[in-house]
Nanobody
Framework: QVQLVESGGGLVQAGDSLRLSCAAS?????????MAWFRQAPGKDREFIGV????????YYADSVKGRFTISRDNAKNTVYLQMNSLNTEDTAAYYC???????????????WGQGTQVFVSS
């Protein structure tokens, strides 16, 4: 069982940067889990952003954020990060972290989810 809590969301202006955190807890080593970030804008489906392997060596990003967003993790702190640069209004959404033992970019394949943190990007 893994519990996830996101933080770091807020209101920023276009072009700004923001870093989200996802703190994990549970009776297991967080390094055993693949961690991913998704987002969901009002009226839209949940969208894959990126994923990082348990060791942190492997990452993969959606084309919409590639080159702007970076996922990293600190297993000693049980925390995963999403660094977001060059934000634009289309990045406005609720952002969620998710965990699973297997690598995937599909939301329906992740067993554990945080409650989400909201990001608003103004023009």
């Amino acid at each position: 069982q893994v519990q996830l809590v996101e933080s770091g969301g807020g209101l920023v202006q276009a072009g700004d940067s923001l870093r989200l955190s996802c703190a994990a807890s549970g009776r297991t080593f967080i390094s055993n889990y693949v961690m991913a970030w998704f987002r969901q804008a009002p009226g839209k489906d949940r969208e894959f952003i990126g994923v990082i392997s348990g060791s942190g060596i492997r990452t993969y990003y959606a084309d919409s954020v590639k080159g702007r967003f970076t996922i990293s993790r600190d297993n000693a702190k049980n925390t995963v990060y999403l660094q977001m640069n060059s934000l634009n209004t289309e990045d406005t959404a609720a952002y969620y972290c998710a965990a699973d033992e297997l690598w995937s970019i599909r939301a329906d394949e992740y067993d554990y989810w945080g409650q989400g943190t909201q990001v608003f990007v103004s023009s």
